[in-house]
């Protein structure tokens, strides 16, 4: 059964994704092709399973460095949407979408205990909709972006 539900969701993101598709400069597009909406993101379902997509969003792999982020799922996102991360030690977290001066926080600066948290986001009330955003993620303590580790990853809201 759990295998059904996750072939059924897996191809009701296929079919939104070829019939609502957007360029990554948050533009509507009538007529972009799926496979770009599907290469932009990391795809994934409701449980956080990767099911393809730009691997070289978020750090979600084991590279030594404990600290996690991302990535979204589902992603795809139809109405909400959550974000993980890791931090290995007390540290202050913002969680933002990046847009000049009317950059949207999520968190801005607030300080959390070590550990993983799970964030639920509503994206009707960001007014993020048949958009692709880019969520960023700052902390006091330093990590670094290399190649198993980005601290922004690309989500796309599909209402």
């Known amino acids: 059964m759990k295998s059904l ?4 969701v897996a191809f009701i993101i296929i079919v939104s994704v070829y019939f609502i598709s957007c360029r990554a400069d948050d533009q509507p597009c009538v007529n972009c092709p799926s496979t770009n909406a599907d290469t932009m993101i990391l795809r994934t379902d409701e449980f956080g399973n990767i ?3 730009d691997t070289t969003d978020w750090c979600y792999r084991d590279t030594g460095n404990v600290f996690k982020f991302g990535p979204a799922f589902p992603n795809p996102a139809i109405n909400a949407c959550n974000i993980s991360f890791y931090v290995p030690t007390n540290d202050t977290v913002s ?3 990046p847009n000049g001066g009317d950059t949207v926080f999520l968190m801005n600066s607030i300080p959390v205990p070590a550990g993983y948290f799970v964030l639920t986001f509503n994206n009707v009330q960001l007014n993020f909709h048949y958009v692709t955003k880019k969520l960023c ?3 006091r303590n ?6 198993e580790c980005n601290l922004c990853g690309d989500i796309r809201f599909n209402d």
Do not use: D, E, P
């Not at 330093?142 to 190649?147: A, F, R």
């Open 5 to 8: 539900m996750k072939t059924l």
């Open 137 to 139: 993620i700052r902390t």
């Open 51 to 53: 099911l393809g997509g």
């Open 142 to 147: 330093t990590y670094t972006t290399s190649s």
């Open 95 to 97: 969680l933002y979408f």
